[in-house]
């Protein structure tokens, strides 16, 4: 009898899909991106964020912030490069998350740098261009946040969900800003330039994409 040949073994791709497809992917996303939080949270217990821990939080909050703005511009280009659709469902997360320690951020400027006196916030906000950059980038994730549900999806209607949530764009741009600015008093800019290198291709593929889709619309 003839011998059935072998089944070829699956793309690399399809084979990723059921794994990122599982109930419990979202869910180890979700623990894994508390573990930043749970690390400062920690070091702030046991004493070991170093001689200035009011300064690391604010710091590492700021950092995380924008790590997490990079890897939700990140999940539709690595989606498309890598084929794997499936991890499209892992893109509000990673926003929100970016949204959450970008709130973080906030409250621990606003605790353990200015007392939660808002006037001293207010004049701070006013008197230094780089708070005042960060706080409109938080600013800016407030509406992307607030519609980032289904519900709201639905009540906008697609294209003015999608118009809508563009503003992750400037989000990112002044967060950078924020970040370059912060820096230049130091004369520091290693970091800012590994994020704006990072930020420059997720978006300088999405203005191709632009501008090769009009060509063929043409
Ligand atoms: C989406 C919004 C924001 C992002 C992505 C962001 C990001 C960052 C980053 C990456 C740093 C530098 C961390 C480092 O040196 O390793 C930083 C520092 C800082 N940010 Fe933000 N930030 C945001 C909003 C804000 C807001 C709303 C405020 C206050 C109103 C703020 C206040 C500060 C302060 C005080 C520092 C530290 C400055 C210093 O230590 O000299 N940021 N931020």
């Keep these: 009898m003839p011998s059935a040949a072998p089944a070829a073994a699956p793309p690399a791709a399809a084979r990723r899909r059921p794994l ?3 109930p419990a992917a979202k869910v180890l996303l979700f623990v894994a991106a508390l573990l930043p939080l749970a690390w400062y949270v920690w070091g702030a217990v046991a004493n070991t964020l170093g001689a200035n821990p009011a300064e690391a939080l604010i710091r590492g909050m700021g950092d995380w912030t924008l790590r997490f703005l990079c890897l939700t511009l990140a999940v539709t280009p ?3 490069w890598t084929n794997t659709p499936a991890l499209a469902r892992f893109r509000r997360m990673l ?3 970016a949204f959450f320690y970008g ?3 906030f409250l621990c400027y606003a605790w353990l740098d200015k007392d939660l006196l808002l006037a001293d916030i207010v004049t701070d906000i006013a008197k230094r261009p780089f708070i005042l950059v960060g706080t409109l980038s938080l600013l800016l994730m407030l509406p992307l946040a607030a519609t980032s549900f289904n519900r709201a999806i639905k009540a906008l209607g697609a294209p003015r969900w999608q ?9 990112v741009l002044l967060a950078l800003l924020h970040f370059f600015w912060m820096r ?5 800019f290693a970091e800012v ?5 990072i930020v420059a291709v997720l978006l300088g593929w ?6 090769r889709a009009r060509r063929a619309r043409r």
């Excluded at 118009?163 to 989000?171: I, P």
């Excluded at 230049?184 to 520091?188: E, F, L, R, T």
């Excluded at 330039?193 to 290198?197: E, M, N, R």
């Design 20 to 22: 990122l497809l599982h």
């Design 78 to 80: 690595v989606r498309q």
């Design 95 to 97: 926003g929100l998350f």
């Design 103 to 105: 709130c973080l951020h």
């Design 163 to 171: 118009r809508l949530h563009r503003l992750v764009y400037a989000t």
């Design 184 to 188: 230049a008093g130091k004369n520091n």
């Design 193 to 197: 330039g590994v994020y704006a290198a």
């Design 206 to 211: 999405r203005v191709l994409n632009a501008v």
